[in-house]
Structure formats: structure tokens, C-alpha cells
């Protein structure tokens, strides 16, 4: 019998052996529209989260408690967090930016044993009343005085350790014990908790060596806290802009091309409205990143005009690379924007977005579209290629469950036995993505919306086939198709948001010439009803995931026949 031997923290182990004064972590700060670093290499990364880990043991803090983690991206996020990971302690990472009832929530389900966070977090905590029924330990992480005091937490800088010679001994787990919960942004649902196992991290990593070809001595532009923490885990060092991560549209462009060029960042992470603001700012300061060699977007798909505005600012031969996934398994298959840029035209004409072939290790299917609960995979079940049915998906980087969510478990997970006999296997559970899409008969993966936006009327219609063709349209922004009830029957109806400048007077015309799309393709024939939205109800991180549910309610109310 094998002895456990997982940890994250065994890979930042390596790089604090092999690379120790190599840079680990650079934290931008800008006050004042001056600029400034926090710095640190592998070596102290490493002893900083092994004394922290002492100091948490020594406060009561032990293997197998679930910790939330509300601390703003800093020097302090990356060693409270490794310092978890190596205490064996259960790191909960939610997105600020859900909203306090879903935060709420999240802490009920999740109940932790501990609370980290900054002098803000803790506020909110005791006045929201977060975690109060669960929470034994309480640690404040910077702030000043009077934050610290109002806090109501034990300031984490603060706690005794008792001396101890030699590094810290890292927990060891086995691959299939729980390493983090991490929520997903309730974007497009009520947030859940995915649980994260070792060997999850572990897939992810090897990923991001084999795959996107990632190697030790890079430097990262990281705009995304949990992609961060996988810097240091392959040797690569995470650059951290001063920026809200929750709220990348806001986020300043100069900040960022000041910090990769002051680090010269070799790659990118960014999620799709992140790309277009950085493109734009590009743009009009014909402004150029030469050290970037890769750029990796996900989150939501990427338009092919903003990944074209943004690729104006690399060298040629750099790829804008379109990651599918989700927080439940990610990564699962990748585009290079070369290749994106020839399905153009497949796209324009409703044929669903590309998101490239399975990484390796990998497998993709696609089921029949249905709500029902599917207990076991049998290959029967797989639609023939081109056929659009519900994206399933099997790898190891796929989660096998929702933390205390036995319900949406069950409706998003089917058990594969295929692979039981083989002891090593992580791949005994397939994820049911909550998309809809086809495979075509390359093997590629073209994606064609989520499951829940579909419209079933006289015939069943995708939101992503259909709105792309009306989005072909030059005075149209986006479009957003939604159910109404027409006369007691389910209708389709499409909202319309236009480009700046363009006035509701040509409105006649516009929908004339809606139309007439409409009629032009087999698949958007039968939408003739049609809404201009002043402004689509957008989530904040990503701009770009459309909240059709509210859409739907607002055009019930709108239409009149």
C-alpha cells in the first residue's frame, strides 16, 4: 500500500530547493497614481507559510477544519494559503463579488471552523452574522489599529508559536481527500460549493505544463486569485496588478501594462471583458506586449473581435488561448485564436461557438437533453457527432461532488464504473456541464449555450446559434434569447441591445431587418418577436455572462401582441 504523498504545497517545496531566489510573488500597490511592489522569492514564500501553519497549529487550528479566506490578493494571501494547504486545513474561497445573500448562504452550507480575513470581512461577518453558528477561531489579517479592534479577531501577525526547529512537516493526503471548497459565482445559478480534491490540483497542474506548455522561471500577469496560487506551484512567478479581481472591467489598463513590462511577464491570464478593455487601451495607444508568449482567457466565451483587437498588441506568432470549463472541471478543452479566427463564419451563421479539442486525459460526450437524474454512464447514451444534446465530461481534473449539495450532486454527476478496476483511476465520475453543444467529426467541441436558456416552442432553438446571427446585424451590441408566454404557450423573443449611438427612431426598420434573418436560417426561423434593452443585466466579473432569467421577466412584462 502506497504511503499519501499529495499537497499542493510539495510543488512550492521544489521551487523553494531548486529556485530559491527566484522570484515567487510581486504585488502592485497604487496610490496616489504611483506605483509600487511587494516582493517576494520561493525560499521565504516557503519558510513564511511554514511558520504561519506553526502559528495556526498553535492557535487550535488543526488538520481537517474548513477555513474561509476573505483576504484581498497580497504577500499574506499566498502564505495564509499554502500555510493551510500544508496544515492540512480546508481553505473555503468565495467570490466577494456573489452578493451578501449568496455570501450568507455559502458560510451556512459550508460551515467553517474558521474565519481569516481582512478587518472588512470581519466587520461584515459580525454584522451579517456569517458563519456565527460554526466559527470557533477568528484571525484578522492587516488593517489598521482601529480596524483591527473593530475587527473583533485576533490579529494573525500577533499569534505566539513555540519554538521549533526544522521546516514544517506538510500533511500528506491522499489524492481523493478534500483540499479546498471553492464556490462557484452563482452567475449562473445559486453558488455551490465544488469540492476540490488533491488530485484535482494536481490534473490542473499538469495541465498547465503539458498542455499550455507553462514552464519554471515564467513570470504571470495574474488577474484571478485561484489561477494565482498555481504561480509558485510551477515555478512560475505570479505578478498580482492592483486591481478587483471581481470586477475586471474596472480595472485600469496602465496598472497592468506597467506591470508586465516592469516584470516581463511572459504569460496572461484574463478573463473575456478584461481582454476587450485591455485591447481598446491598446489600441488607442498603439501600445505593445513583447515579452507575452501566451495569453489564456476563460471564464465565458470570448468575442473574435475583442480576442482580434487585443492579439494587435503581441507578436504574430502569440496565441489568444480559449479555455472551456468551469469551476466543477477546468480545464477541459482548448482553442488557439489562429484556429478560432477560421470558424468565423461557422459561428456568424448559428453554428455555435468552437471551443477546440478535449485537453489530454480528457473525454467528452454528449447525452440527450434532459432534467432527469442519470445514476450510471453507459455509452448508449452518446448522441452521434453534430448532434446538439448536454456536454458531459470525464477527467481528472473533474470534481466528484458539491459540498453538503447532495441534490445537485446527484442531478450533475453520473457514475462511470468503466474505470473501477483500475485502483489508480481518478476518472470515475463524468460532470454533466449544464451546456449544450456538438462534437463534430474532427472531434472538436463547438458549444451552443447553457442547457437552462434553450426555448422549446414549436421547435427547440439555443441561444448561442441564434444570437450570433442576429448579432451579424451592424447596429446590434448583443442579443439575448428568451421564453415568453404567448396566448398560454411557450414563444421565443429576442432582446436587443444596440451599439452606442444608435437611437430607438430606426426601430421599424431594425426589426424589419431582424426579420428577415430570422427567415434567412432554418434554425432562428420562428423568431418574430423582438425587444430593444436599454442595457443587458450583465455578471460583474465576467461582463459578458447575460442574465437571460432577468431578461425573461422584464420582456414578459414588456410584450404586448
Same mark, same amino acid.
Given at each position: 500500500?502506497t504511503?499519501p ?10 521551487a %523553494?530547493?531548486?529556485?530559491?531566489k527566484?522570484?515567487a510573488?510581486?504585488v ?11 516582493? !517576494?522569492?520561493?525560499?521565504? $514564500? ?8 506553526y502559528?495556526l497549529?498553535d492557535y487550535?487550528?488543526?488538520?481537517g477544519?474548513?477555513? =474561509? ?5 497580497? &504577500?499574506?494571501f ?5 500555510a $493551510? @494547504?500544508k496544515a492540512?486545513?480546508i481553505?473555503?474561497?468565495?467570490d ?11 458560510? +451556512? #452550507? ?11 470581512a470581519h466587520?461584515?461577518r ?8 460554526? =466559527? ?10 482601529l480596524?483591527? /479592534?473593530?475587527s473583533?479577531?485576533?490579529s ?6 513555540e519554538?521549533?526547529a526544522?521546516?514544517?512537516?506538510m500533511q ?8 479546498a471548497?471553492l464556490?462557484?459565482?452563482g452567475s ?8 476540490y480534491?488533491h488530485?484535482?490540483?494536481e490534473?490542473?497542474?499538469?495541465a ?10 515564467e513570470r504571470? $500577469?495574474a488577474t484571478?486569485?485561484l ?21 475586471p472591467?474596472?480595472? *485600469?489598463?496602465?496598472y497592468? @501594462?506597467?506591470a508586465i ?6 504569460n496572461?491570464?484574463?478573463?473575456p471583458a478584461?481582454?476587450?478593455?485591455l485591447?481598446q487601451?491598446?489600441?488607442q495607444t498603439n ?5 507575452v508568449?501566451?495569453? !489564456? ?9 475583442s480576442?482580434?483587437? @487585443?492579439?494587435?498588441?503581441?507578436t504574430?506568432?502569440? +496565441? ?6 468551469a469551476t #466543477?472541471?477546468?480545464p477541459?478543452s ?12 461557422a ?7 468552437c ?5 489530454e486525459?480528457?473525454?467528452?460526450? &454528449?447525452?440527450?437533453?434532459?432534467e432527469e437524474?442519470? *445514476?450510471? /454512464?453507459?455509452?448508449s $447514451? ?16 473533474v470534481?466528484?461532488?458539491y ?7 446527484a442531478?450533475?454527476? &453520473?457514475s462511470?464504473s %468503466?474505470?473501477a478496476?483500475n485502483? *489508480?483511476?481518478? *476518472? ?10 456538438y462534437?463534430?467529426?474532427?472531434g472538436?467541441? /463547438?458549444?451552443c449555450?447553457?442547457k ?6 414549436d421547435?427547440?432553438y ?6 450570433r446571427?442576429f448579432n ?7 442579443s439575448?434569447?428568451v421564453?415568453i408566454?404567448v396566448?398560454?404557450?411557450?414563444a421565443?423573443l429576442?432582446?436587443?441591445?444596440l451599439?452606442k449611438g ?5 426601430s ?7 426579420? +428577415? ?11 418574430h418577436? @423582438?425587444l430593444i434593452?436599454?442595457d443587458f443585466?450583465v455578471d460583474?466579473r ?5 442574465f437571460?432569467e ?8 414588456q /410584450?404586448?401582441e
Open positions: 500500500m504511503k504523498s499529495a499537497n499542493i504545497c510539495r510543488h512550492l517545496q521544489h %523553494a530547493t531548486h529556485t530559491p527566484e522570484l510573488v510581486a502592485q500597490t497604487a496610490k496616489s497614481s504611483s506605483l509600487s511592489y511587494q516582493e !517576494i522569492n520561493f525560499l521565504d $514564500l516557503h519558510f513564511q507559510s511554514d511558520d504561519i501553519a502559528r497549529n487550535g487550528i488543526k488538520a477544519m474548513k477555513a =474561509v479566506l476573505m483576504v484581498t490578493p497580497s &504577500i499574506d499566498f502564505v495564509l494559503t499554502f $493551510l @494547504f492540512g486545513v481553505p473555503i474561497l468565495v466577494p463579488g456573489m452578493g451578501v445573500k449568496n455570501l450568507k448562504q455559502c458560510f +451556512e #452550507e459550508a460551515k467553517p471552523d474558521v474565519f481569516i480575513g481582512i478587518p472588512k466587520i461584515a459580525r454584522v451579517l452574522g456569517w458563519g456565527k453558528s460554526s =466559527v470557533t477561531h477568528y484571525l484578522n489579517v492587516g488593517g489598521s489599529r480596524q483591527r /479592534w473593530l473583533g479577531a485576533k494573525i501577525d500577533q499569534l505566539p508559536k519554538s521549533v526544522g521546516s514544517y512537516p500528506l493526503l491522499e489524492r481523493d481527500e478534500i483540499a471548497i464556490f462557484t459565482s449562473t445559478g445559486t453558488p455551490k460549493g465544488v469540492v480534491s488530485g484535482m490540483f490534473a490542473q497542474i499538469q498547465l505544463k503539458h498542455d499550455y506548455g507553462i514552464t519554471p522561471g504571470d $500577469l484571478f486569485p489561477f494565482s496560487l498555481f504561480g509558485p506551484a510551477l515555478g512560475m512567478a505570479s505578478i498580482v496588478p492592483a486591481m478587483d479581481a471581481s470586477k472591467i474596472t480595472a *485600469n489598463p496602465d497592468l @501594462f506597467a513590462e516592469k516584470y516581463q511577464c511572459s496572461m491570464f484574463v478573463n478584461l481582454l476587450e478593455r485591447g487601451a491598446g489600441e501600445h505593445k506586449l513583447t515579452s508568449k501566451r495569453v !489564456i482567457s476563460a471564464g465565458a466565451p470570448a468575442t473574435i473581435s480576442i482580434k483587437l @487585443f492579439s494587435q498588441m503581441l504574430p506568432s502569440v +496565441e489568444v488561448l480559449n479555455s472551456y470549463g #466543477e472541471s477546468l477541459i482548448m482553442m488557439p485564436s489562429s484556429a478560432l479566427f477560421d470558424t468565423t463564419q459561428t456568424d451563421n448559428g453554428k455555435g461557438i471551443v477546440g479539442h478535449p485537453i486525459g480528457v473525454d467528452i460526450a &454528449i447525452i440527450d437533453i434532459t437524474v442519470i *445514476n450510471q /454512464w453507459d455509452e $447514451l452518446t448522441l452521434n457527432h453534430g448532434e446538439i444534446g448536454e456536454i458531459v465530461v470525464k477527467g481528472p481534473m470534481s466528484s461532488s459540498y453538503h449539495r447532495d441534490s445537485a450532486t442531478a450533475a454527476k &453520473i462511470d %468503466a474505470d478496476e485502483k *489508480n483511476s481518478q *476518472n470515475l465520475v463524468r460532470h454533466r456541464m449544464g451546456d449544450v453543444g462534437l463534430d467529426t474532427e472538436k467541441l /463547438w458549444m449555450g447553457r437552462a436558456h434553450r426555448v422549446d416552442s421547435k427547440r439555443f441561444s448561442i446559434p441564434c444570437e446571427v451579424t446585424h451592424p447596429q446590434i451590441k448583443r439575448a434569447l421564453a408566454e396566448n398560454g404557450e411557450t421565443p429576442l432582446c436587443v441591445e451599439k444608435i437611437v430607438c427612431s430606426t421599424k426598420m431594425l426589426y424589419q431587418e431582424l426579420l +428577415e434573418i430570422a427567415d434567412k436560417y432554418e434554425h432562428t426561423k420562428g423568431i418577436r @423582438f434593452h436599454p443585466p460583474v465576467h461582463n459578458a455572462k447575460i437571460r432577468k431578461l425573461s421577466v422584464w420582456a414578459q412584462k /410584450w404586448k
